[in-house]
């Protein structure tokens, strides 16, 4: 084969599971497909691999085509992988609720977008929207396969407990078991950059990538990574919080309970208030006749983009930080590719060149730093993908490597 798959020991289970999961893998890139191909390419006898297909074909995820080119014998009926054999919802919740219905490639059919509300009305808000999402599988008569949730907060993965979403005041929350009795499916609740980190992998400029880290840069600031092919989430589910980097000795010995102290410089809120200060010391700005409770990280950003010199400033401040957070994550995993992706990402050319300026000479390998290809839609594909792997043995989305 033309890949590297090092020697695994496991169970029969686990042989079974991996081998499932490169079958299918290769029947979406390649399908149609033969079997007789399948047992060539990776390396499986001819009965494994009729072991394995028969139920994905009665599953619904595997087609038996029409009979492929003979190299002697008989035809062979070619394989194809059926994208529609069941469909997935996928929501990412930031400042607006973005949600998508999917096939298992990823394919979106439907998107929505609804803004976020805070505490209890906010979670019904997000069940609500969840099952209009659910009501528009009806007419594609194939059934929904489950549902893939990201939340900006440090998230315990198996009991899908939010652990402290200071956006929208939700601490312990028991999202995945609220989410579960209000649809009847099963639910799957991840970090939202966790899951930003998946849809660039699966579907964006990270695919093909071993070492990738994505940097969500909006209310909060964090950074979803993939090490060796595989998503990272740390001991304590906690990997990847860069909003909670120091940025000098300052700010040592504080208690910052809500946003990280990153965040509270270089989030949306950091933002906006730096720019009312310098406002209030009399700087000229067209933000000048803005109050404070309607001035909004959009509308500095955007005078920053207009030339406005106070914004620009405080972007430059904001590059700074940024620049901190973003060499220090360089100099400790050497990723392939950075990528900036999340609610604010539409004004990333304001940071993405500034950022590599500062790095250039500064770090041992200046990374290759680009904004998303899928902009919110990274963080949905990536709600898609944990729901499609969560619910199939086979089905996963990260390339994973023959056990044989």
Wanted: net charge negative; charged share 20%.
């Amino acid at each position: 084969m033309d890949k590297d798959y090092p020697n695994h020991t496991g169970d029969a289970t686990l042989l079974r599971k991996v081998n499932e999961s490169a079958i299918l893998e290769l029947i979406r890139e390649r399908g149609p497909i033969s079997r007789s191909d399948l047992a060539r390419l990776l390396r499986l006898s001819p009965p494994t691999i009729t072991r394995i297909v028969n139920p994905l074909i009665e599953a619904g995820l595997v087609r038996e085509g029409s009979a492929g080119d003979s190299k002697g014998g008989r035809r062979p009926i070619m394989l194809t992988f059926n994208a529609q054999a069941s469909l997935i919802v996928g929501v990412y919740v930031g400042q607006n609720i973005v949600g998508a219905l999917a096939d298992l490639n990823g394919e979106i059919f439907e998107r929505r977008t609804l803004p976020s509300l805070p505490g209890e009305e906010g979670v019904q808000r997000l069940i609500d929207f969840i099952k209009e999402l659910c009501q528009a599988a009806a007419p594609f008569g194939v059934p929904l396969r489950g549902v893939g949730v990201g939340i900006p907060s440090i998230t315990v993965l198996e009991d899908g407990i939010i652990t402290w979403a200071p956006s929208f005041g939700w601490r312990n929350l028991p999202l995945k078991q609220r989410l579960q009795e209000a649809l009847d499916l099963p639910v799957f609740i991840e970090n939202s950059v966790n899951l930003i980190a998946l849809g660039e992998s699966w579907r964006g400029a990270g695919q093909g990538l071993r070492n990738l880290l994505c940097i969500q840069f909006g209310d909060g600031i964090g950074a979803g990574l993939i090490l060796n092919g595989q998503l990272y989430r740390g001991s304590h589910y906690a990997a990847g919080e860069v909003g909670y980097i120091i940025p000098n000795e300052r700010y040592l010995g504080q208690t910052y309970d809500g946003y990280g102290c990153l965040e509270g410089l270089a989030g949306s809120s950091g933002i906006v208030q730096r720019a009312w200060q310098r406002l209030q010391t009399g700087q000229p700005s067209i933000l000048a006749q803005t109050e404070l409770n309607s001035l909004t990280v959009e509308q500095v950003l955007a005078a920053a983009s207009a030339g406005d010199t106070l914004a620009q400033t405080v972007v430059q401040e904001t590059v700074d930080y940024l620049s901190i957070a973003v060499a220090n994550m360089a100099c400790i995993i050497d990723p392939d590719r950075i990528i900036i992706g999340g609610d604010l990402a539409e004004f990333g050319e304001l940071f993405i060149e500034p950022i590599r300026a500062r790095l250039d000479g500064l770090i041992p390998v200046t990374p290759d730093i680009r904004l998303s290809d899928l902009g919110l839609d990274a963080a949905v594909l990536g709600a898609v993908a944990t729901a499609l792997s969560q619910t199939s043995d086979g089905l996963f989305v990260q390339r994973q490597r023959i056990i044989s």
